[in-house]
T-cell receptor
Framework: AQRVTQPEKLLSVFKGAPVELKCNYSYSGSPELFWYVQYSRQRLQLLLRHISRESIKGFTADLNKGETSFHLKKPFAQEEDSAMYYCALSGGGKLIFGQGTELSVKP | GAVVSQHPSWVICKSGTSVKIECRSLDFQATTMFWYRQFPKQSLMLMATSNEGSKATYEQGVEKDKFLINHASLTLSTLTVTSAHPEDSSFYIC?????????????FGPGTRLTVL
């Protein structure tokens, strides 16, 4: 079955601390994986996708096929990073979302 | 680029009435649009995939007669909630995948808050 798991519902860190939001997936085939972010009262926005191997707003994510993971990382969290983060997997033309992790960055 | 709009942004209606929500891709064309439902502090639940010029594909458990979807052009999909009841109150979000995109990246609308009294 296709599934995306984000084990942490809430992650709270202090400004300047490293952040890692976990994402594990289950998919038979070559997945296309994404991280979307939803800031308070704003729409869901694409943060990054694994095929681009890009770094957006200091965030990176590496696809680990052996561990079926796509964790999102940032070395130094900022207060403006506080938001809901969703990991998503593309399967059969549809996006399958994880439950989301709320990141709270405290001053 | 890749902007998706929704109208209205919020709507309040009486139980038993129907409500139409529009989803438009403003600067690109999309043969496929998606409709999601999001409950507070929860993830997005895919309701249906809207295909231009053909019938929508509904996810298991979603009533197609209650949530009517029409995708009449490459830039517009509509979701009509028929005979709305309070349990239909939710945040409805649409997304679109650009035509001829090489990835499955979806671009999301701002959502429509539906409140059924």
């Amino acid at each position: 079955a296709q599934r995306v798991t984000q084990p942490e519902k809430l992650l709270s860190v202090f400004k300047g601390a490293p952040v890692e939001l976990k994402c594990n997936y289950s998919y038979s085939g070559s997945p296309e994986l994404f991280w979307y972010v939803q800031y308070s009262r704003q729409r869901l926005q694409l943060l990054l996708r694994h095929i681009s191997r890009e770094s957006i707003k200091g965030f990176t994510a590496d696809l680990n096929k052996g561990e079926t993971s796509f964790h999102l990382k940032k070395p130094f969290a900022q207060e403006e990073d506080s938001a809901m983060y969703y990991c998503a997997l593309s399967g059969g033309g549809k996006l399958i979302f994880g439950q989301g992790t709320e990141l709270s960055v405290k001053p | 680029g890749a902007v998706v709009s929704q109208h209205p942004s919020w709507v309040i209606c009486k139980s038993g009435t129907s409500v139409k929500i529009e989803c438009r891709s403003l600067d690109f064309q999309a043969t496929t649009m998606f409709w999601y439902r999001q409950f507070p502090k929860q993830s997005l639940m895919l309701m249906a995939t809207s295909n231009e010029g053909s019938k929508a594909t509904y996810e298991q458990g979603v009533e197609k007669d209650k949530f009517l979807i029409n995708h009449a052009s490459l830039t517009l999909s509509t979701l009509t909630v028929t005979s709305a009841h309070p349990e239909d109150s939710s945040f409805y979000i649409c997304s679109a995948n650009p035509l001829r995109s090489h990835t499955d990246t979806q671009y999301f609308g701002p959502g429509t808050r539906l409140t059924v009294l």
